[in-house]
């Protein structure tokens, strides 16, 4: 039954393109419109980062401020092999491929010799280091704080211009049902059972004769290959890479996601991390309502700007309902099987 | 000769502002196993107080401008910190990663709002003639900002020190910092500990936010962040919840940015404290004074 809902979830989403339909409110064209699609795209590449990062928090347990540093490598290394080495797109794709694989490795591999709070400062060295390397745009690789935009003749163009949006939508769908996929297996394997096991308790599953080291570090490697494939497919939906993805707001912003949604449950992440995309660009376009711009200073320049509405309510929503989004709807479930 | 003295003394000036970032974060993490995130928050807030009171005596003498943005901007540090502990800390006491996530709320939540209230932009700080002037030292003309942060980073240290090492209040935070449930357990209100940490936390950022004003002659909504970043790679480098640590680090952390920042490439410095954070790591894990307490 919940398998039904799910496919039948699926292919609606998946016809999306096709259904020319205005949802007042939600959206601001119909639905097979490029700017919707592109936002609906932006929300599953945001809602599958998530589910990554939900990974390595949510189930190991590992409170890491640098997963910005691994989405980036997915949208640099991507955007430098395309547009400033001209190689085609699968070559590209195995070198981020690569690079997403030894970076978390390597980096893991140190950050993991500490636990909990000087972890998460470490992770967060770690990424800031990546981030001042963005902006220095290196041999004029990185384009520094302009970013890098793909341009034209460097992807194939079948995932170029406004017409092909509902390419890049399905692209983003796809990643998001595949990362869906790979999460609930993982975290539903051995390997991820270890994982919980961990979070919960790293000293006893040394008792049991286990290497917590080991568990950790390939957590924190999936989580960031994971989170690279997430790139990629932002890099293609945005047509460029901008520093804004490399910098520590944006892990602070992800994890703002996973708590929204509902730590320790991926399709609470996903959630959170879709709601999250959605309500930051519709509030951008709520702030230049005409009703809010009469309202007096004290009242308008809060309200429009959206990282203080998503602040406060992430603070609310720590203080007040620490299960989150995902929470929220579990207990009301619970009480209308009752 | 000229420039190596101009670095150093550069350095110490960046070091002093990292130290006073770094000190209370390093405290509040020995004492409340905190990670303060909204410590740049503080910082800016501070920063921005200090130059609104700064402005409003615009007509008097530049020196009474500039003690009165000193004044507020601790003061507001102080303040901000104290009320952060006792509305959003305290309730979250058995929940300590939801304590980190607060202050990460409420660190975007002020970022925006500065953000949205006074520009993205940079703003002119004034300052007094003489800090804009230079003095010359070994045939180097260092600019006079660099010694009042330096002079003043330096008293609260020794102000940090003494009342660690010297009054009865210290006593219980060193104690509180090797083990917090030994000192509630003797009777004592450990509670009233964690907002007096705060609060002193909270003074030292807002004084470095007004300072930092000064030395880099602008303010801007983006600066408190970057050093949080540094303050957390001082801290964890110090050795976290050792005070001397900090300070130690923090010198260490801008000498090498500054040297390198000017010798090899701009960016390279930035880049070698990173590494530095990571050698340290695996050599000591604990930091470098890290075991010893305040």
Redesign the interface.
């Known amino acids: 039954m919940r398998f039904a809902l799910l496919a039948a979830l699926a292919l609606l989403v998946l016809l999306f393109p096709f259904i020319h339909v205005t949802v007042p409110g939600l959206f601001e064209g119909p639905l097979d419109s490029a700017g919707t699609l592109n936002l609906l795209g932006l929300c599953f590449v945001f809602g599958a980062l998530a589910l990554t990062y939900d990974i390595v928090f949510g189930y190991t347990g590992l409170?890491s401020f640098g997963h910005a540093l691994y989405f980036a490598v997915g949208v640099y290394v991507t955007a430098i092999a395309l547009a400033r080495w001209h190689w085609s797109l699968p070559a590209a794709l195995v070198l981020t491929a690569v690079v997403a694989v030894l970076l978390p490795l390597a980096l893991g591999a140190?950050c993991l010799?500490?636990r909990d709070?000087?972890f998460?400062?470490?992770t967060?060295?770690?990424a800031?280091?990546g981030s001042?390397?963005v902006?220095?745009n290196p041999f004029g690789l990185t384009g520094g704080e302009e970013g890098l935009a793909l341009g034209g003749g460097v992807l194939p163009a079948a995932l170029v211009g406004v017409s092909n949006t509902a390419h890049l939508y399905w692209i983003a769908a796809g990643l998001l049902a595949a990362t869906s996929l790979i999460g609930w297996w993982a975290v539903g394997s051995p390997l991820g059972r270890v994982w919980q096991a961990i979070r919960e308790n790293e000293r006893r599953v040394t008792a049991l004769g286990l290497n917590p080291y080991l568990y950790k570090l390939a957590s924190f490697v999936l989580s960031g290959f994971l989170a690279a494939c997430a790139g990629v497919a932002y890099l293609l939906l945005q047509g460029g890479a901008n520093p804004q993805v490399t910098t520590?707001?944006f892990t602070?912003?992800l994890?703002?996601m996973v708590?929204l949604g509902g730590v320790g449950t991926l399709w609470g992440a996903v959630l959170g991390g879709i709601v999250y995309e959605y309500l930051d660009f519709r509030l951008v376009e709520f702030s230049n309502v005409p009703a809010l711009q009469a309202l007096p200073g004290v009242l308008r320049?809060?309200l429009?700007?959206?990282?203080?509405i998503?602040?406060?309510l992430?603070?609310v929503l720590?203080?007040f309902l620490?299960q989150g989004l995902g929470g929220l709807v579990r207990s009301a479930g619970a009480r209308s099987e009752r | 000769m000229s420039t190596i003295v101009l670095l150093i003394v550069t350095g110490l000036g960046l070091g002093a502002l990292y130290f006073l970032v770094a000190a209370g974060l390093s405290l509040i993490w020995g004492l409340m196993r905190v990670l303060n995130f909204a410590h740049g928050a503080f910082f800016t807030v501070a920063a921005y107080t200090g130059f609104f009171a700064a402005a409003a005596l615009a007509g008097t003498s530049p020196w009474v401008g500039w003690f009165a943005s000193l004044v507020a901007g601790t003061f507001v540090g102080a303040v901000f910190a104290t009320l952060t502990e006792i509305a959003l800390i305290r309730p979250l006491y058995r929940r300590p990663v939801g304590q980190v996530l607060v202050t990460v709320g409420l660190a975007l939540a002020t970022l925006a709002l500065v953000e949205g209230a006074f520009g993205a932009d940079p703003r002119q700080v004034t300052v007094p003639p003489w800090m804009a002037a230079t003095t010359s030292m070994l045939g180097a003309a260092i600019p006079n900002t660099r010694f009042v942060v330096i002079v003043l980073a330096a008293l609260v240290l020794f102000g940090l020190l003494f009342f660690l090492r010297r009054t009865r209040y210290g006593l219980i935070v060193r104690a509180g910092v090797e083990n917090r449930d030994m000192v509630s357990a003797l009777g004592i209100d450990v509670q009233r500990a964690f907002t007096l940490v705060f609060a002193i936390g909270g003074a030292a950022a807002g004084l470095a936010g007004v300072l930092a004003a000064t030395y880099y002659g602008t303010i801007d909504p983006g600066r408190g962040t970057a050093m949080l970043i540094s303050a957390f790679i001082v801290v964890v480098i110090g050795g976290l919840g050792s005070i001397a640590g900090s300070a130690l680090a923090a010198v260490l952390v801008g000498l090498l940015q500054q040297f390198l920042n000017f010798y090899a490439a701009a960016g390279v410095g930035d880049f070698a404290v990173v590494l530095l954070l990571a050698v340290v790591l695996l050599v000591r894990p604990g930091g470098l004074l890290g075991g010893k307490s305040a």
């Open positions: 409170l140190i010799r500490v709070i000087p998460a400062m470490v967060l060295a770690f800031e280091a001042i390397l902006l220095q520590s707001s602070l912003v994890l703002v708590v320049v809060p429009s700007e959206p990282l203080f998503l602040g406060v992430f603070i720590v203080l620490p």
